[in-house]
Each structure stands twice: as C-alpha cells, then as structure tokens.
C-alpha cells in the first residue's frame, strides 16, 4: 500500500507521526534533512507527508499536505515544533508536549 493510500485510510495525528514515523530517521538540528535518514522533528512530519528528504527536492507537495494537520496541534505556528527540536527535546517529549496542549 502506498504512502498516499495509507493517508486516506487513517490520519494519523502530528503526535502519532512523531512517535512512529520517526523511528526511522536519526534526530537532527538546524536543518529540516541531511539528505540521508535525519530528520528535525517537522522534516519527519513532511516526510511522513511526502518529501523524500533531499536538500534539491520540492519540499512544497509536503508541507501543504502536512498544513491541515499542522494546524490542528494548537502550536500556533511550525516555529515551535522547530524551537523544540533545536534545543534538543526528542521526538517523543514533542509528541508528549503536543498531546499535552491538547488540541492534537
């Protein structure tokens, strides 16, 4: 089944994507991809929705499928996903912070 199939058979929260999807990527800061299995936390979400991660690729097919769940964490903006990431909290302490404020 692909990716996009699997999105229309269930949508997974931002917090789901961060505890599961991101098993497969090492955790990284300052930039969205290494270009090889690291990812900031919101590159893992774009992935998750998309982007294959190359610094060359079109990151624009997945953010905008990522924006409607973005919106639903109650964050305010993707700066704070990326402030988390970058002083070091860990994947899961995000999804734990984002279940936390409770609109996810």
């Not at 991101?22 to 998750?48: M, P």
Request: hydrophobic share 35%; with cysteine; aromatic share 10%.
């Amino acid at each position: 089944m692909s990716q996009q199939q699997q999105l229309l058979k269930q949508e997974l929260t931002i917090s789901e994507i961060l505890r599961t999807y991101s098993k497969q990527f090492r955790q990284i800061t300052e930039r969205y991809s290494d270009g090889h299995n690291g990812r900031c936390a919101l590159g893992v979400i774009w992935s998750y929705f998309g982007w294959d991660g190359s610094p060359d690729s079109d990151m624009t097919m997945g953010i905008k499928a990522a924006l409607p769940t973005l919106a639903k964490t109650g964050l305010g903006d993707d700066f704070s996903i990326i402030e988390l990431n970058d002083t070091g909290w860990s994947f899961d302490e995000i999804a734990d912070y984002i279940d936390r404020i409770g609109n996810n």
